[in-house]
């Protein structure tokens, strides 16, 4: 089955403790994205890949890392996570770069306390 | 770059009522639009899309939506609402010129529906 797996889906942890949320695909897609949702706010995209090696900065970049060593994972990291950084977070992956098919993970909320 | 809003960051409508929610998108080369809905504590799931096919999209649950380039607008409609299509609504665009956009989403539209 083709899907989008993160995790884990759901996570509390403490101000300042680094942390890595997971996303991998099974679909051989080269675009992958991750996004964070916000009361208010809608999906903002926080970084961007287009292949291995080559990512990009998306709207909201700060306090956030990514990883692109293998073409079916692209992990998230929060080296020192702060309380606004408490949010709901979507990994996407599509075949092109428009993604007008793209396939979303189930989400991971995140509280930082 | 690209843009969309929604407008209406609430909408409430009765049982059986129309449902229009509302997006403008902005955008310097042909966009594609989808509309994404969100149900309580669930991820997301597409509703239908615009690829520069028919300019009448229908998509799942009887929601269709129309694009509409001199309005810059894909209004999303249903003729009737039921209780179960109360839903967090985003529209979102990315285009086909190539760039690393992505989608660029809408801040959302809560539909309520009244009994």
């Known amino acids: 089955e083709a899907q989008v797996t993160q995790n884990p889906r759901y996570l509390i942890t403490v101000t300042g403790k680094k942390l890595t949320v997971t996303c991998s695909q099974n679909m051989n897609h080269e675009y992958m994205s991750w996004y964070r949702q916000d009361p208010g706010l809608g999906l903002r995209q926080i970084y961007y890949?287009?292949?291995?090696?080559?990512?990009d900065k998306g709207d909201v970049p700060e306090g956030y890392k990514v990883s692109r060593k293998e073409k079916r994972n692209f992990p998230l990291i929060l080296e020192s996570p702060s309380p606004n950084q408490t949010s709901l977070y979507f990994c996407?992956?599509?075949?092109?770069?428009?993604?007008?098919?793209?396939?979303f993970g189930q989400g991971t909320r995140l509280t930082v306390v | 770059a690209q843009s969309v809003t929604q407008l209406g960051s609430h909408v409430s409508v009765s049982e059986g009522a129309l449902v229009l929610l509302r997006c403008n998108y902005s955008?310097?080369?042909?966009?594609?639009l989808f509309w994404y809905v969100q149900y309580p504590n669930q991820g997301l799931q597409l509703l239908l899309k615009?690829?520069?096919?028919?300019?009448l999209v229908k998509g799942i649950n009887g929601f269709e939506a129309e694009f509409k380039k001199s309005e810059t607008s894909f209004h999303l409609t249903k003729p009737s609402a039921h209780m179960s299509d109360a839903a967090e609504y985003f529209c979102?665009?990315?285009?086909?010129?190539?760039?690393?956009?992505?989608?660029?989403f809408g801040k959302g539209t809560h539909l309520i529906i009244q009994p």
């Open positions: 955008s310097s080369v042909p966009p594609y």
């Open positions: 979102a665009v990315s285009y086909s010129g190539g760039g690393a956009d992505g989608l660029t």
């Open positions: 890949s287009m292949n291995v090696e080559v990512t």
């Open positions: 615009y690829t520069s096919a028919a300019t």
């Open positions: 996407a992956s599509s075949l092109g770069q428009s993604f007008t098919e793209a396939f």
